[in-house]
């Protein structure tokens, strides 16, 4: 049976769901082996594991880097990665940078110029395998250097931890693993873990050119943190261009997201040892 849809309705409802997601914070990590915590605290089941080269549990994941990139209302506002000997620095330069893709507007009256609303714009993540991996490993790396934050990192570290509203009408709930918030693609768009390479293959996106994600511990051991930044910035630019093929040709450009030929050229900025 045929069934005629009212196809203008149907992108007007979509139209007034989702036009308050107008920012967007993509982000990829890379991690070694914290080999401190290994052999102070591994267990004989985490050192088998280790034996056969499986991967670890999310807490001996050392965080060498981190590539963000920030969208509002379709503008790339900036495509920044770090590669540091210091997780604690590569932890802060993440907390900015989210802090950054934040938006908060006060609503004034035209007429007397008071202040009538404060408005808060929420990004929405865009991850490959970020709620499973990505973001645990963040937030239980970020548990050992949290204190030293400055308390502007710390109110955002608790804001992505707030869960009070159970329907996100105003707030989002980031670690709820539906929240509208955060767009794990192989996860909520395919509904399987899948890599960034085999989607990106067969949305013909060029990917990993930098090297293997298995060659990162030999990068760092050999001091090479500007090869690691950069195959972190193909990662998180991959992401994007994926995201923003997904949007136009699967969702039907529900989500106020770049077009695909605007991410052509762009070149990251890549911070070596430290962020500013």
């Known amino acids: 049976m045929f069934i005629n849809w009212n196809w203008d309705m149907i992108r007007k409802k979509r139209k007034d769901s989702f036009e308050k997601?107008?920012?967007?914070?993509?982000?990829?990590?890379?991690?070694?082996?914290?080999?401190?915590?290994?052999?102070?605290?591994?267990?004989e089941k985490e050192r088998k594991i280790d034996q056969e080269g499986d991967f670890l549990?999310?807490?001996?994941?050392?965080?060498?880097?981190?590539?963000?990139?920030?969208?509002?209302?379709?503008?790339?506002?900036?495509?920044?990665?770090?590669?540091?000997?210091?997780?604690?620095?590569?932890?802060?330069?993440f907390w900015i940078k989210y802090r950054e893709s934040f938006d908060f507007i006060q609503d004034r009256d035209p007429n007397d110029g008071k202040v009538k609303n404060h408005i808060s714009v929420f990004p929405v993540l865009i991850s490959i395998n970020g709620k499973g991996f990505d973001i645990p490993t963040i937030m239980v790396r970020t548990?050992?250097?949290?204190?030293?934050?400055?308390?502007?990192?710390?109110?955002?570290?608790?804001i992505h931890l707030d869960r009070f509203d159970t329907w996100e009408k105003e707030f989002p709930k980031y670690?709820?693993?539906?929240?509208?918030?955060?767009?794990?693609?192989?996860?909520?768009?395919?509904?399987?873990?899948?890599?960034?390479?085999?989607?990106?293959?067969?949305?013909?996106?060029?990917?990993?050119?930098?090297?293997?994600?298995?060659?990162?511990?030999?990068?760092?051991?050999?001091?090479?943190?500007?090869?690691?930044?950069?195959?972190?910035s193909e990662d998180v630019l991959a992401t994007a261009k994926l995201f923003s093929y997904v949007n136009q040709h699967l969702l039907y450009g529900t989500y106020l997201f770049p077009e695909f030929e605007n991410f052509d050229g762009i070149q990251p900025v890549i911070h070596i040892g430290s962020y500013d």
Request: charge should be neutral; glycine fraction near 6%.
């Open 21 to 43: 997601f107008r920012n967007f914070f993509i982000f990829d990590i890379e991690t070694v082996k914290d080999e401190g915590m290994f052999e102070k605290v591994a267990d």
């Open 57 to 93: 549990p999310v807490p001996f994941h050392r965080i060498v880097s981190i590539g963000t990139m920030i969208i509002k209302d379709k503008r790339i506002i900036s495509f920044e990665t770090i590669s540091t000997t210091d997780e604690m620095e590569a932890l802060r330069f």
């Open 143 to 158: 548990l050992r250097y949290i204190p030293d934050f400055e308390e502007g990192l710390r109110k955002f570290v608790s």
């Open 175 to 232: 670690t709820h693993r539906y929240t509208k918030f955060h767009i794990d693609i192989p996860e909520d768009i395919f509904g399987k873990k899948i890599s960034l390479k085999n989607l990106c293959y067969l949305c013909g996106i060029p990917v990993k050119q930098e090297g293997d994600g298995k060659e990162v511990s030999q990068m760092f051991n050999n001091g090479d943190l500007k090869k690691i930044g950069a195959y972190c």
